[in-house]
């Protein structure tokens, strides 16, 4: 059964170093998301992206976030000047077109010292 | 506002006990409820959405929009269903496809 993928699955960096979280989506979907979740907190939605555009963005995805799909596999999320208080488990999700059901990857922890 | 409430961080039953957990919501519409679960050391997975009205793994939600809630019941718990268990919301406005997640309830069924 096709998965998301997600690498690499912790990531260690230092405060004010840029981080690219990278996802490999199911291969025919077309909606792509990330997550996050702070240790002990909600779930929280970053940001949507279709045909090749930002669909949907949340509060939190301020100007040192970005996300590309580079490649037409890849699907990458990008920190460009880490915060301690971006340390989360960041999940990345897919979807079909049409379809109401989001396929999670297995996350990546990103750890900012 | 648009938020998902799951009122119990942790549930313990014993095995064979009946479980509920508990998910109100709050959002001016119509939503789309879901119920995800995760279990240990892996990764997040749909269990199961109002819209479809099943059973799975004798897990079963009904949406009352009156109390605005949407709980998840199983009659006979099983030790494998212990996991962390979330409820979430989508709205079904226009292109508006993201999930809004309630806090989860880690499920621990005990022998």
């Known amino acids: 059964e096709p998965e998301v993928t997600q690498t690499p699955s912790h990531q260690v960096t230092q405060m004010g170093q840029e981080v690219i979280l990278r996802c490999v989506p199911i291969?025919?979907?077309?909606?792509f998301y990330w997550y996050r979740q702070i240790l002990g907190q909600k779930v929280e939605f970053l940001v949507s992206f279709y045909n090749n555009e930002i669909s949907e963005k949340s509060e939190i995805f301020d100007d040192q976030f970005s996300v590309e799909r580079p490649d037409g596999s890849n699907f990458t999320l990008k920190i460009r000047s880490t915060k301690l208080e971006d340390s989360a488990m960041y999940f990345c999700?897919?979807?079909?077109?049409?379809?109401?059901?989001?396929?999670f990857g297995p996350g990546t922890r990103l750890t900012v010292l | 506002a648009q938020r998902v409430t799951q009122p119990e961080k942790l549930l313990s039953v014993f095995k064979g006990a009946p479980v509920e957990l508990k998910c109100n919501y709050s959002y001016s519409g119509s939503p789309e409820l879901f119920w995800y679960v995760q279990y240990s050391r892996q990764r997040l997975q749909l269990l199961l959405r109002h819209i479809s009205r099943e059973s799975i793994k004798g897990f079963t939600a009904d949406l009352n929009k009156g109390e605005t809630s949407f709980h998840l019941k199983k009659p006979f718990a099983q030790e494998e269903d212990s996991a962390m268990y979330y409820c979430a919301l989508r709205g079904n406005a226009g292109n508006n496809r993201k999930l809004i997640w309630g806090l989860g309830t880690s499920l621990a069924v005990n022998p």
């Open positions: 999700a897919s979807s079909e077109p049409g379809a109401d059901t989001q396929y």
């Open positions: 291969s025919n979907h077309l909606y």
